[in-house]
């Protein structure tokens, strides 16, 4: 019913930038039917037991409608492409903290996940 491709993630040193994709199938969101869930990046940090919310896109939306974390704002850029169902990240100025597996999230009536990729920054 969904199929999440996550790619882009690995190992980074501090202030690099990476580039996370998702790509997302199914009969779920077949057609149109993608433009009509939030995407979302969520991640979750070693030794931490709960995903936090990285950045949201609604369907269709431009700038002035993405939402940040607090930790994240004028360093991450979510964006998405409705005719290929990807969504992306882009993180600049990556902090070691933001250290993590990185996770694609799909909101309707119910919630869908990717199964992760790992990023890492450091030395």
């Known amino acids: 019913q969904a199929e999440f491709v996550e790619s882009g993630g690995g190992l980074v040193q501090p202030g690099g930038s990476l580039t996370l994709s998702c790509a997302v199938s199914?009969?779920?969101?077949?057609?149109?039917?993608?433009?009509?869930?939030?995407m979302a990046w969520y991640r979750q940090a070693p030794g931490q037991n709960e995903r936090e919310l990285v950045a949201?896109?609604?369907?269709?939306?431009?700038?002035?409608?993405?939402h940040y974390a607090d930790f994240v704002k004028g360093r991450f850029t979510i964006s998405r492409n409705d005719a290929s169902n990807t969504v992306y990240l882009q993180m600049n100025s990556l902090h070691p903290e933001d250290t993590a597996v990185y996770y694609c999230?799909?909101?309707?009536?119910?919630?869908?996940w990717g199964r992760g990729t790992r990023v890492t920054v450091s030395t």
């Open positions: 949201a896109i609604p369907a269709g939306a431009g700038a002035p409608y993405q």
């Open positions: 199914g009969t779920l969101f077949a057609g149109d039917l993608f433009d009509l869930y939030i």
């Open positions: 999230n799909a909101q309707g009536l119910d919630m869908y």
